[in-house]
């Protein structure tokens, strides 16, 4: 007989909440794998449209540079120019929406910042002392247009300051920077970007926490707060959904539907508080019972359903058979020191040509009737 601790409270305190809030924008952790995908999936957008827009800069200043350069130093930048826009217009294509192959982002984020540092330090090569001063201003402006580029990234402060590192080298190497101003001192110039790195830096991070929290709040308004199962409104647009797609390409579905026997009996005799941690004991047996496509979902009460996509009448049944076993060998404390163990009754349906899903919820209602009618603690097919 396995014994369920006590859950903790859900809420941490004070200073742990803190501790996650620095881990996550100094670090990046703290992010759940579905939060982190979502996180890349921004970033990897914002990257194909960045490299957009930069790579039409690129190709727009050719010709301020074959009109105030002469062509023995606008040729060579021209055709840098150029192939660094190629280049990002691949990267761009490559990131899109929809793309297939989808390299990791921060090797292709990192790549792109170091493309284009690679790059204006080879052009710069060709920028004569004598260049216009609007020209000078531009490339001297270069590499802190690089830099504040990270802003727009929800990334942690470690990401945004590792990614900035070949723009402080591209500022540090001798005469690689066009000096724009008179006043403008090497040191000056570190200032300057390092004043834009951490402002990017704090950009990124605000964006970051920003996104966990509505992905969070995202998460909570479809899962039961108790239990962290999927809620009755996830549940349903999840087996709509599945029954779309069903019809699409057949293939078996099933519904079981669950019901905690004698539960308003616990709730009596041992207090809610007591009834609350049987109905979490039960959703984590039910979790570990089903699979990573399955889905459970807390319709109300002591009401639980369990969605079960290319799964036939049979093989559900199954399911529901290990959950009920499951359930059974649970032993959930309550305040006295006492053990209460439940049991649950099962109804099984597999979805049927042309039916939708309020007739197989009722149809998988029938069999958890006839269980309960039955005697409880079973499961019962209707089909």
Known sequence: ????PEEPNDWPAPPQRVRDQLCLIVLGCALASPQRDYQM?????????????????????????????????????????AALALLLLGAAWVHRDGARLKPPAYPALALFVFIQCAAFALMQRHVPADAP????????????????????????????????????????????????????SPLGSLWLLSLIVIVASWAGASQLALLQGLLQARSDAAHDVLTGLANRRMGLARLDADIALVRRMPEPLAVLALDLDHFKRVNDQHGH???DRVLVAF?????????????????????????????????????????????????????????????????????????????????????????????????????
């Open 1 to 4: 007989m396995s014994q369920v």
């Open 41 to 81: 999936r921004i970033v990897r957008h914002r990257l194909s449209v960045l490299c957009v827009l930069v790579a039409s800069g690129l190709l727009a200043w050719i010709p301020v540079d074959l009109q105030a350069l002469p062509g023995a130093a606008a040729q060579p930048i021209a055709l840098l120019r």
């Open 133 to 184: 001063a609007l020209l000078r201003l531009g490339y001297g402006l270069f590499p802190f247009v690089v830099g504040a580029q990270l802003a727009i990234f929800p990334l942690p402060i470690i990401a945004t300051a590792a990614l900035s590192l070949p723009v402080f080298l591209l500022v540090l190497l001798p005469g690689a920077i066009v000096p724009f101003a008179a006043e403008l």
């Open 273 to 275: 508080a007591t009834g």
């Open 283 to 383: 959703a984590q047996a039910m979790r570990g019972e089903l699979r990573a496509g399955d889905l459970g979902a807390r319709i109300g009460g002591e009401e639980f359903i369990a969605i079960l996509p290319a799964t036939d009448a049979a093989a559900a049944a199954v399911v529901g058979e290990r959950i009920r076993a499951a359930s059974a060998a649970l032993a959930v404390p309550t305040d006295d020191g006492q053990a209460v163990r439940f049991t649950i009754s099962v109804g099984v349906a597999s979805l049927q040509p042309g039916e939708d899903s309020t007739r197989l919820l009722a149809r998988a209602d029938g069999g958890l009737y006839r269980a309960k009618s039955e005697g409880r603690n079973r499961v019962v097919r209707v089909d």
